[in-house]
Every structure is written in structure tokens, then in C-alpha cells.
């Protein structure tokens, strides 16, 4: 923006255009900040209300989750002969079971040669369980390493790994298969090699290093008892909703006992109840009005205290039967605050004692945390309400922004039309002060010529 001097009026025209400019941008300037002051505070305590609602939601889905009431402890008396993971679906008892064998993947190695030996050429055939696949010999892959990489990159390889090894005299061929079980065992069929007079047989000699086999599990010790095996070490549904991975043969029957498993229940109640609590605090902290303080962001906000007002209806309400009919029950109350305390001796005896009807307290369209759970997906989903109340700040922000800018080209405008007419002024008053001194000047040259 070019400067104007104010030599010929005397004043200061850049100091009266700045001060111009800045009356005329203070009022909507001011206004912009304003609002973006207060929609800027309301986004961040929206935005901590919904991170407070979104956890609290983690901790209510975890509540209306059946499995939460249905966890299962395992107690085995030779953890090393096994390991076992008991699902919800499992039923509380005691098993003996027996390992008899593991399965294995079998593997084969061929007789000792030299890196320069020969097997012939033509078609050779590798077998895995029903399925076999063949690979081409030729002068410039039938050697063993030539072998070796050919079974390796074979397309069709339903699964077995070629491998050299070193015996100290020569070198063997290691083919083993990538799948345990009996069903799975490797063989080599060279009768298709058109063999020469130097080449050697690469089947000859072949010895195995690690039989095909089952992993085998008896269930029982009556006359009754179950034998069952797998191609792999691990058993799924043996015994409904358990998992078995064997490890080691065992001499003697290993005694696995499941029990519920009550804490898992009360560790899922107690995240809630933090969860709940956090929640309150952060709505507390944002919307309520305190004494001697600048107001809270969201001070008397309508939409904090329709949720508030329905989380606390749900959580009071008595949505069981039996012993377990509200969360008094479990020893939770509610304080002055509007927080959850919970007296831990209390809560930790009803869950022993009624362990089998908190799912139906909790979970479900009719439990509470299943009520819970719906309510807050209206607030918390990705189109929910304080999602769109963000959206709407956030537009009202980016507008606002767009409103600075023409204010801008705005004053940047204005500016420039009061230079122009100080410009103009300056120039006006320097034409009379040159006539004023022109007639100055010719008035004196008269009186002169009077004298």
C-alpha cells in the first residue's frame, strides 16, 4: 500500500488512515473473535464429554456382553503335559485326560551323496498324504541342490520342504512335510528317471527321520473312555467350548478342572463403575455452575442434561429379579455428586452368591447395561448427536474464517480509498498554497512599484 506525506497539509496522514482502518475493523473484528472464542470452547468441552461417553460405552458394552458372566477359570494338574483355554460356552466340571502321543510331520531323508552326482533325467514325482506333484530333471537341476530348489518352487507343492543337510561324509536330501497328522506322510517315486551309467538313484537309501503321526488323547478312565486323535496337537470342542493343546506324553491321567470365574464379572462392574464416575465428573466440571467462578462451557446446556437426566433413570431402575434387582444390590449407590460408590466386601459377596443372574440383570434389550448401550448410541455413534452439534461448531468456525478474510479485502479496500482521498487533499492544498503564494508574491510587487 503506498504511503501519502502530509507535507503540504502538515499532517500526519498514515498515523489518521491506520487509525481509520482500525475503528472502522474493531467492531466486526471483535465479533469474529467472539464467536470464535465461544464456538471454540464449546467444541473442546463437547469434545471431552464425548471422549468421557466413549469410554463409559466401552465399559457398558463390556457389561452386555454374556461372556463377561460366563468366564471360565482352568486348573490343570500337569500344566506342562498341556495347556487349556475354556470359552463361555463351557461347562463347570472336572475331566481326567490322558496323552498317548503328539502328532508329528513326517520327514525323509535320502542316502549320502556328493554335491556332483546325478539322479538321471526325466520326471520325478513327490507324494504328500493323497496329493503328489512332479518336477523335470534335466542336465541343469538334477543334482541334489538342483532337486532341492525345484520341490522348493514348485507351484504346485501342496506342502512339503526340501532341505540340505551335511552328515559329515557327504550330502542327503531332507524332505519334510509342512502338515503333522498320518494323513500327511511324504514319499518319492523316481521310476519315471531315465537313469545313465554315472547317474545314482536317489531313492535308494532312504531312511526316516520323524514318523507320520496323530496326536492322541484319551477322555476318561472307565471302561467308557474316549479316544480321540488329530493331525495336529491341538483338540477344539473335546469337551464343548474348551480348547486343548498337548505338549507331552503323559504316564498318568492330568486332572482338568473349570470353574466360573466370578472376578472376571467383578472387574467388568468396577471398570463401569470408574467409567460412570469419570462421566459425571467431566459433566459436573462443564456444566454446572459454581459460585465465585467463570461459567462452564456448557452451563444449563440442554442436550448434557437430557443424556444426564436418562443415564441416571436407567441406572436406577430395577431391571432384575430375584436377589439381584438394582445396583444397591451389588452394593453400588449413588453419592450427593451424582457419582457411584460401591462398597467392595458387598459387591465382591452377591457376585459369589448370584453369579448366575447378573447376565441377565446386565445384558440384553430389557438389562441395563443393554439399555445403556442403545441410549448412548444416539450421543456416541459416528452420525449421533454431539457429532453433529461438532460438525456444526466446526462449520460455524470455517465460516467465521471466511468472514476474517473478506474483512481483510474488505479493509485492504477502505485503506486504499482513504489514501486516494488524502492523496488528493494533499495535492488540492498544495495548488493553494502555490496560488496563495503567487498572489503573495505580485501583491507585493505592486505595493513595491507604488512606493
Do not use: C, W
Not at 142 to 154: R, W, Y
Amino acid at each position: 500500500m503506498f504511503s501519502v506525506s502530509g507535507f503540504n497539509s502538515g499532517l500526519d496522514v498514515n498515523a489518521m488512515v491506520t487509525t481509520l482502518v482500525q475503528a472502522e475493523r474493531a467492531p466486526k473484528e471483535s465479533q469474529i473473535t467472539r464467536s470464535r472464542n465461544a464456538y471454540s470452547v464449546e467444541l473442546t468441552a463437547l469434545g471431552s464429554i464425548q471422549s468421557a461417553i466413549d469410554t463409559f460405552q466401552k465399559a457398558v458394552a463390556k457389561l452386555n456382553n454374556a461372556d463377561s458372566f460366563q468366564a471360565r477359570t482352568t486348573t490343570l494338574s500337569d500344566a506342562d503335559a498341556m495347556s487349556v483355554t475354556a470359552g463361555s460356552a463351557s461347562v463347570k466340571g472336572t475331566y481326567k485326560l490322558q496323552v498317548n502321543s503328539l502328532a508329528s510331520n513326517h520327514s525323509l531323508a535320502t542316502g549320502t551323496f556328493q554335491d556332483t552326482d546325478t539322479f538321471g533325467t526325466g520326471s520325478l514325482t513327490v507324494n504328500l498324504g493323497g496329493d503328489s506333484f512332479n518336477i523335470t530333471l534335466d542336465n541343469s537341476n538334477n543334482t541334489l541342490a538342483g532337486i532341492k530348489d525345484a520341490i522348493n518352487s514348485a507351484s504346485d507343492n501342496p506342502g512339503v520342504q526340501a532341505t540340505m543337510i551335511n552328515d559329515g561324509s557327504g550330502k542327503r536330501l531332507l524332505l519334510t512335510s509342512n502338515k503333522s497328522g498320518a494323513a500327511n506322510s511324504v514319499s518319492v517315486d523316481g521310476s519315471a528317471l531315465t537313469v545313465g551309467g554315472s547317474d545314482k538313484s536317489l531313492t535308494t537309501g532312504i531312511s526316516e527321520l520323524s514318523p507320520a503321526r496323530n496326536a492322541e488323547i484319551v477322555l476318561g478312565e472307565g471302561a467308557g473312555q474316549i479316544t480321540i486323535s488329530s493331525s495336529e496337537n491341538r483338540f477344539e470342542n473335546l469337551i464343548d467350548g474348551v480348547t486343548i493343546d498337548v505338549k507331552q506324553v503323559t504316564s498318568d491321567p492330568v486332572t482338568l478342572e473349570i470353574a466360573e470365574k466370578p472376578s472376571a464379572a467383578e472387574d467388568a462392574i468396577k471398570e463401569f463403575v470408574d467409567a460412570y464416575n469419570a462421566l459425571i465428573n467431566k459433566i459436573n466440571e462443564l456444566s454446572l455452575y459454581q459460585p465465585g467462578q467463570d461459567a462452564a462451557a456448557l452451563v444449563g446446556d440442554a442436550t448434557i442434561r437430557s443424556m444426564q437426566s436418562q443415564v441416571r433413570r436407567i441406572i436406577s431402575d430395577n431391571p432384575g429379579a430375584g436377589n439381584v434387582k438394582m445396583l444397591a444390590d451389588l452394593g453400588i449407590k449413588t453419592q450427593s455428586d451424582g457419582t457411584l460408590s460401591i462398597a467392595s466386601s458387598q459387591l465382591t459377596e452377591a457376585v459369589n452368591s448370584h453369579f448366575g443372574e447378573l447376565a441377565a440383570f446386565f445384558t440384553g434389550d430389557s438389562g441395563m447395561a443393554g439399555k445403556l448401550n442403545n441410549l448412548l448410541d444416539a450421543y456416541d455413534k459416528s452420525d449421533g448427536i454431539f457429532k453433529d452439534r461438532m460438525d456444526t461448531l466446526n462449520q460455524n468456525l470455517k465460516k467465521l474464517d471466511e468472514d476474517r478474510l473478506a474483512l481483510d479485502v474488505r479493509m485492504e479496500t477502505f485503506e486504499s480509498y482513504l489514501r486516494d482521498r488524502f492523496l488528493a487533499m494533499e495535492t488540492l492544498v498544495g495548488q493553494l498554497n502555490a496560488t496563495s503564494q503567487y498572489l503573495t508574491n505580485n501583491l507585493a510587487g505592486l505595493n513595491n512599484g507604488s512606493n
